[in-house]
Nanobody
Framework: QVQLVESGGGSVQSGGSLRLSCAASGATISSLSMGWFRQAPGKEREGVASVNPHGNTNYLNSAAGRFIISRDNAKNTVYLQMNSLKPEDTAMYYC????????????????WGQGTQVTVSS
């Protein structure tokens, strides 16, 4: 059983930065495919960034060039560095993991965290 705990959310002004963290337990992240998702009120959950055990990454088009997903295997933690934030980035952000498949930006991941809120004001 993999457990994921997100942190690092908060309120920032447009153009600001935040770094989200996802601490994993029950498995080593080097063996997991990991993803960051977000869900705004009234909208479907969408994939923002993902990384597989080989280090391959992919990003939502609107996040590419602004967000960076990375892993610290020693801390068993995945990060999402978010720069140049916009009001439309406001959402609950979730971390996801899967030990057997890389789902990319699709929602097929087996394990999910509880989320951390990001609010960007104009």
């Amino acid at each position: 059983q993999v457990q994921l705990v997100e942190s690092g959310g908060g309120s920032v002004q447009s153009g600001g930065s935040l770094r989200l963290s996802c601490a994993a337990s029950g498995a080593t992240i080097s063996s997991l495919s990991m993803g960051w998702f977000r869900q705004a009120p009234g909208k479907e959950r969408e994939g923002v960034a993902s990384v597989n055990p080989h280090g391959n990454t992919n990003y939502l088009n609107s996040a590419a060039g602004r967000f960076i997903i990375s892993r610290d295997n020693a801390k068993n933690t995945v990060y999402l560095q978010m720069n140049s934030l916009k009001p439309e980035d406001t959402a609950m952000y979730y971390c996801a993991a899967d030990p057997t498949s890389w789902w990319g930006l699709s929602r097929g991941y087996a394990y999910w965290g509880q989320g951390t809120q990001v609010t960007v004001s104009s």
